[in-house]
């Protein structure tokens, strides 16, 4: 898996807490945005998540490019439904390589994971068998025979063809999040609970955010962050653990202890 934050909002922070401090000022929006100071922002940001008051939040965006991850994760991070993707689509772009996730239990597995390799291997080979049967039915079909043809005739076959490829898949996309749907996202997929490969998305993600906008994110994670688990009885009893791994980034990042 491989994760970058390729864009954002310009001034991330100062933008919200312009945008919230509008919300209660006579001063017009450039004057506001002239004599915001860096510890305004700080305290105006503080305020609005101590209070839940998270649309300013609205305002700023960020945008990932994700590479590398399973469709199984794809179909999970697509639930989280305010936010923009660009997925690499099975239908125009052909399979070429093999190239798909093995879950850690498996991988640690040597029976285990010799199956799982053999099985998305043969589906690999059926994959590329169906591209060459439906091409040859399309070509006769359609009586195309020029070498200008071939990339339709393939684009037919594999709309179809697809259909043989395993969950496990690799796939690419770039996704653009709010801060308030971001928040969100760390909030749920960040927990123990979440499926582990989106889970350790959620983290890549979240460290990326904390480096471009501290303050907006400084209480970003799980719910257990700050009080009990939300989880109650299906808690994963690992709060201790959870929030040391929180504290970790906070410290790789530089910024120890905002807002606590």
Request: aromatic share 8%; with cysteine.
């Amino acid at each position: 898996m491989k994760v970058d934050l390729i864009s954002h909002t310009f001034n991330p922070e100062q933008l919200v807490a312009a945008a919230a401090r509008l919300c209660y000022s006579s001063s017009s929006i450039s004057e506001l945005r002239d004599k915001i100071k860096q510890k305004d922002v700080s305290a105006f940001i503080e305020m609005l998540i101590k209070m839940g008051h998270e649309s300013p939040l609205e305002h700023v965006t960020f945008t990932f490019g994700i590479e590398g991850v399973s469709r199984v994760l794809l179909a999970q991070l697509t639930r989280h439904r305010i936010a923009s993707y660009s997925v690499q689509s099975q239908r125009y772009v052909k399979n070429e390589a093999l190239s798909y996730v093995i879950p850690p239990e498996i991988e640690k597995l040597p029976e285990a994971k010799a199956e799982f390799v053999r099985a998305v291997e043969e589906s690999k080979k059926a994959y590329d068998k169906l591209t060459e049967i439906l091409k040859e039915e399309y070509k006769r079909r359609l009586g195309l025979c020029d070498e200008k043809d071939e990339s339709k005739l393939e684009k037919m076959a594999i709309e179809d063809a697809r259909y043989a490829l395993p969950s496990g898949w690799c796939t690419n996309l770039i996704c653009t999040f709010n801060a308030r749907s971001l928040l969100n996202f760390f909030s749920h997929r960040c927990c123990n609970r979440a499926q582990w490969e989106i889970r350790d998305l959620a983290w890549k993600m979240l460290e990326l955010s904390l480096k471009t906008a501290p303050c907006i994110f400084s209480h970003a994670g799980p719910g257990c962050l700050h009080k009990l688990c939300p989880e109650g009885r299906m808690s994963c009893k690992k709060v201790e653990e959870v929030r040391r791994r929180r504290k970790l980034i906070l410290d790789k990042v530089g910024e120890k202890g905002i807002f606590s």
